[in-house]
Structure formats: structure tokens, C-alpha cells
């Protein structure tokens, strides 16, 4: 079926997807990080100490355990529908998450919203993109999106001019946002891959897919790789690309760091993450997943330390900068290992199942950095002692099959079920 369905040249409905699902990732990574900067603005709403918020973090993100049981239906029917579903409950919800009236309801919603999360953009590239272009589309998609993030510094300048300012801005940006969607998402059409695995699951009378079914035998290893990179780059994310604002501000605060000095300057330093999912895709499809993610992986070990260490304001905003750059390239490149390896009729379901097991940091992490900074340990011990993670990355990645520029179906037969010779 892999030359079938294959799309051997590029078409308009192709540009069409990169401008629709790079807006979809505009409005998806400005939520993210706003998030990580109004965290201390957020605390002060409610009254609670800034250090809470990994607990909190870690509480919301248990919804992501059921988000498989949703995942999963885009296998059953289809990608579009649900992509459109999802899209529209995690946004409206959001809309009543930030208008919370306290730190419960917040909570609450925020562990709602988690339910929610359907993640379909690396899939339907995946299923629609010729292949030689897979990666670097991919990273076109997030380097554009990430432009969201530059628009959240900006707005986050502005934070201290109210005590709910971060509930305005963040309407001012959703609801827009929201309606864009709904109006780019009737041109989209349902992949070819998927049209054509339901028409077999019609002759063969099989009317879903099996939600359990990348724990077959066959799958085990590199679904288990797979879900421990993505545990791997979860863990990463929320050391120092999480959590920078606090560090910056209550234990580097001597040296002018304040909301509108750090709102302007990640401005800068998010040119930096643009910068580098550009390159990801790029580089994922030149040179391989693999030295992509070892060389990007060991930047930023190199970057998280000197971030860390070093008590100087230009050299602090110059890791950062490194930070962000080097993880928007492997963060791409894993995600895109995520999606290759997988049958058409159970990518979706894969995807959410290692978004689950993979996103654990999420919830695991979080409640470990909670507990240290109960006892007593700084934002910047933590980043230190979490630090090891680029590394068994790298380790990691040496274990997984070179993918590049290979159709989705060569990648199944040669690496699941071993019908091509290595």
C-alpha cells in the first residue's frame, strides 16, 4: 500500500497543510509557554507560593493517562473529525481553565483539559508529506508555530500592569485563535492513508482499531525506545525550559531580572527555538535522526550546565538562548521517530500511547521537583541534578534504526514486522 498512497510530488493541498497546521501550532505552543511565564503571576492570583506550582503541574497532568481512550478514536474515525472535536473542547475549556476563581477549580480544569489532549500534527504530515520531505516539514510546521512563543514574551512585558492581566492576555490571543481554526479546518481533507486503511477495515468487517495493539510483541522494543526518548526530552523540558522564569527571578533576581527584563529578552532567545526547528527537519532528513539528536542533545548539555553555573547576566541569557535551540532540534527529531515506526491504523493510537507513558515527567517529574524544593533544594540544584538526561538521550538514540527518507510502510515491514533485509 506504501507506493499507493504516497505522495510523489508536491501539491497545493500540501501548502496549504503546512500554513493550517503551523497556525493550529501558533495558538498550541503560545498557550505552553505562556503557561511557563505567568507561573509567578499565577501564584500570586491565587496566593500561593510559586513553588506549588510543580505540584500542581504534576495533578493536571494525570488527565493525559485517559487522553489515550480520545488518541484512539482517530484510528476509528479519522483524523480530521477528531482533530476538530478535541481542538475545539481543550480551547473552550481553557477558556473557563483561566478564568478560574480559585487554585481548585484551576486544578481541576487544568486536569480536564489534560483529557483532552489529542495530538494529531506530526501524524497527518507523517501520512500527507512525500517522504523525502517528512522531517523537514515537520520542522517547518513547529519552527513557524513556534512564533507563538515570541508573541507570548512580548504579551508577558505587560504582566505587571494588573493583577489578572495573564487572564486577559491569554483571552485576547485563545478566542481569536479558536475561531481562525474552525474556519481553516473545512478545507482540510481526511489523509489518503487512513481513507485507504478503512476501506480494507471494510472488506475485512473490522470496525476499529485495537487500543492495545502496540503492545504486541512485534512493537515492543521500539515502542518501549520510543516512549523512553520522548520520557527523556519530557524530562529535559521541564528542568530549565519550564522552569527559567523562576530561576531567574528569585535566584538571579540580583541581577536585574524582572517580568518585563525577561519577557523582552526571551523575545530574542525564542528566535533561538525558531531557529532550530527549522534546522531539526532539516538535518533530520540530511544527515539522520540519530547524529541529529547526538549532536543537538550534547549542546545542550553543555548549555544547561553553563546556564546553571555561571553568574553573569549576558552569559545566562546566552545559554538560554543555546538551551532553546539545541531542544527544538531534538525535540523535532524524536517526535518525529514517534510516528514512523507504526502501522496506518494504529499510528494515532501509538502516538497517544507514548504521549502518555512518554509525557510521565509531566506528572512524575513534576511531583519529584516539588518534593526537593519542599526540602529545602534551589531551582538551580534541580536543573543540576536533572542534568544527566541529554545524555541518556544520546545513549538512548544509539539503540533506535535510521529512518531517514524511508515511506512510512518500508519503516514498518523492515523495522516491526522484518519482511525487507537489513
Same mark, same amino acid.
Given at each position: 500500500?506504501?507506493?499507493?498512497?504516497?505522495?510523489?510530488?508536491?501539491?497545493?493541498?500540501?501548502?496549504?497543510?503546512?500554513?493550517?497546521?503551523?497556525?493550529?501550532?501558533?495558538?498550541?505552543?503560545?498557550?505552553?509557554? /505562556?503557561?511557563?511565564?505567568?507561573?509567578?503571576?499565577?501564584?500570586? &492570583?491565587?496566593? +500561593?507560593?510559586? @513553588? %506549588? $506550582?510543580?505540584? *500542581?503541574?504534576?495533578?493536571?497532568?494525570?488527565?493525559?493517562?485517559?487522553?489515550?481512550?480520545?488518541?484512539?478514536?482517530?484510528?476509528?474515525?479519522?483524523?480530521?473529525?477528531?482533530?476538530?472535536?478535541?481542538?475545539?473542547?481543550?480551547?473552550?475549556?481553557?477558556?473557563?481553565?483561566?478564568?478560574?476563581?480559585?487554585?481548585?477549580?484551576?486544578?481541576?480544569?487544568?486536569?480536564?483539559?489534560?483529557?483532552?489532549?489529542?495530538?494529531?500534527?506530526?501524524?497527518?504530515?507523517?501520512?500527507?508529506?512525500?517522504?523525502?520531505?517528512?522531517?523537514?516539514?515537520?520542522?517547518?510546521?513547529?519552527?513557524?508555530?513556534?512564533?507563538?512563543?515570541?508573541?507570548?514574551?512580548?504579551?508577558?512585558?505587560?504582566?505587571? /500592569?494588573?493583577?489578572?492581566?495573564?487572564?486577559?492576555?491569554?483571552? &485576547?490571543?485563545? +478566542?481569536?485563535? @479558536? %475561531? $481562525?481554526?474552525? *474556519?481553516?479546518?473545512?478545507?482540510?481533507?481526511?489523509?489518503?492513508?487512513?481513507?485507504?486503511?478503512?476501506?480494507?477495515?471494510?472488506?475485512?468487517?473490522?470496525?476499529?482499531?485495537?487500543?492495545?495493539?502496540?503492545?504486541?510483541?512485534?512493537?515492543?522494543?521500539?515502542?518501549?525506545?520510543?516512549?523512553?526518548?520522548?520520557?527523556?526530552?519530557?524530562?529535559?523540558?521541564?528542568?530549565?525550559?519550564?522552569?527559567?522564569?523562576?530561576?531567574?527571578?528569585?535566584?538571579?533576581?540580583?541581577?536585574?531580572?524582572?517580568?518585563?527584563?525577561?519577557?523582552?529578552?526571551?523575545?530574542?532567545?525564542?528566535?533561538?527555538?525558531?531557529?532550530?526547528?527549522?534546522?531539526?527537519?532539516?538535518?533530520?532528513?540530511?544527515?539522520?535522526?540519530?547524529?541529529?539528536?547526538?549532536?543537538?542533545?550534547?549542546?545542550?548539555? +553543555?548549555?544547561?550546565?553553563?546556564?546553571?553555573? *555561571?553568574?553573569?547576566?549576558?552569559?545566562?541569557?546566552?545559554?538560554?538562548?543555546?538551551?532553546?535551540?539545541?531542544?527544538?532540534?531534538?525535540?523535532?527529531?524524536?517526535?518525529?521517530?514517534?510516528?514512523?515506526?507504526?502501522?496506518?491504523?494504529?499510528?494515532?493510537?501509538?502516538?497517544?500511547?507514548?504521549?502518555?507513558?512518554?509525557?510521565?515527567?509531566?506528572?512524575?517529574?513534576?511531583?519529584?521537583?516539588?518534593?526537593?524544593?519542599?526540602?529545602?533544594?534551589?531551582?538551580?540544584?534541580?536543573?543540576?541534578?536533572?542534568?544527566?538526561?541529554?545524555?541518556?538521550?544520546?545513549?538512548?538514540?544509539?539503540?533506535?534504526?535510521?529512518?531517514?527518507?524511508?515511506?512510512?510502510?518500508?519503516?514498518?515491514?523492515?523495522?516491526?514486522?522484518?519482511?525487507?533485509?537489513?
Amino acid at each position: 500500500m506504501g507506493n499507493e498512497v504516497e505522495a510523489k510530488e508536491w501539491i497545493g493541498y500540501h501548502t496549504y497543510l503546512i500554513i493550517f497546521l503551523s497556525i493550529v501550532n501558533f495558538f498550541t505552543i503560545f498557550s505552553v509557554v /505562556y503557561g511557563g511565564l505567568t507561573m509567578n503571576n499565577v501564584a500570586k &492570583s491565587f496566593g +500561593i507560593s510559586v @513553588t %506549588i $506550582i510543580p505540584l *500542581i503541574t504534576s495533578i493536571m497532568g494525570i488527565g493525559m493517562v485517559f487522553s489515550i481512550i480520545f488518541q484512539n478514536q482517530a484510528d476509528r474515525f479519522g483524523r480530521k473529525k477528531i482533530m476538530f472535536v478535541f481542538y475545539m473542547l481543550i480551547h473552550i475549556n481553557g477558556i473557563f481553565f483561566i478564568l478560574s476563581p480559585n487554585i481548585i477549580i484551576y486544578t481541576i480544569l487544568g486536569f480536564v483539559g489534560s483529557t483532552f489532549g489529542v495530538n494529531l500534527i506530526n501524524v497527518i504530515i507523517s501520512e500527507e508529506i512525500p517522504a523525502r520531505y517528512r522531517g523537514t516539514i515537520i520542522g517547518i510546521v513547529q519552527g513557524i508555530g513556534m512564533s507563538g512563543s515570541i508573541l507570548a514574551a512580548f504579551l508577558s512585558t505587560f504582566l505587571s /500592569y494588573s493583577p489578572d492581566m495573564w487572564r486577559d492576555i491569554y483571552l &485576547s490571543v485563545d +478566542i481569536p485563535g @479558536t %475561531i $481562525i481554526f474552525s *474556519i481553516l479546518w473545512l478545507w482540510m481533507k481526511e489523509p489518503k492513508r487512513f481513507q485507504k486503511e478503512k476501506e480494507i477495515k471494510l472488506i475485512k468487517e473490522k470496525s476499529r482499531s485495537e487500543i492495545f495493539a502496540v503492545f504486541q510483541p512485534k512493537y515492543i522494543r521500539i515502542f518501549s525506545l520510543s516512549c523512553s526518548l520522548v520520557f527523556s526530552v519530557s524530562f529535559i523540558y521541564i528542568t530549565i525550559k519550564r522552569y527559567f522564569k523562576p530561576f531567574l527571578l528569585d535566584e538571579r533576581g540580583y541581577l536585574g531580572f524582572n517580568d518585563a527584563t525577561v519577557g523582552f529578552w526571551m523575545i530574542f532567545i525564542y528566535l533561538g527555538s525558531i531557529i532550530g526547528y527549522y534546522l531539526s527537519g532539516y538535518l533530520a532528513d540530511k544527515i539522520g535522526r540519530r547524529k541529529t539528536i547526538y549532536i543537538s542533545a550534547f549542546i545542550y548539555f +553543555i548549555f544547561n550546565i553553563t546556564f546553571v553555573i *555561571i553568574q553573569i547576566d549576558w552569559v545566562i541569557l546566552l545559554s538560554l538562548l543555546g538551551v532553546n535551540a539545541s531542544f527544538s532540534i531534538f525535540f523535532i527529531t524524536v517526535n518525529i521517530y514517534a510516528v514512523e515506526f507504526y502501522s496506518t491504523k494504529e499510528r494515532a493510537t501509538a502516538l497517544g500511547w507514548i504521549t502518555i507513558i512518554g509525557n510521565a515527567p509531566w506528572v512524575l517529574g513534576n511531583f519529584l521537583i516539588s518534593l526537593l524544593l519542599g526540602f529545602g533544594l534551589s531551582w538551580g540544584a534541580i536543573f543540576l541534578l536533572f542534568s544527566f538526561f541529554p545524555i541518556l538521550l544520546i545513549v538512548l538514540t544509539k539503540l533506535m534504526p535510521e529512518t531517514k527518507k524511508l515511506v512510512l510502510e518500508d519503516i514498518h515491514e523492515k523495522y516491526v514486522e522484518k519482511k525487507i533485509g537489513n
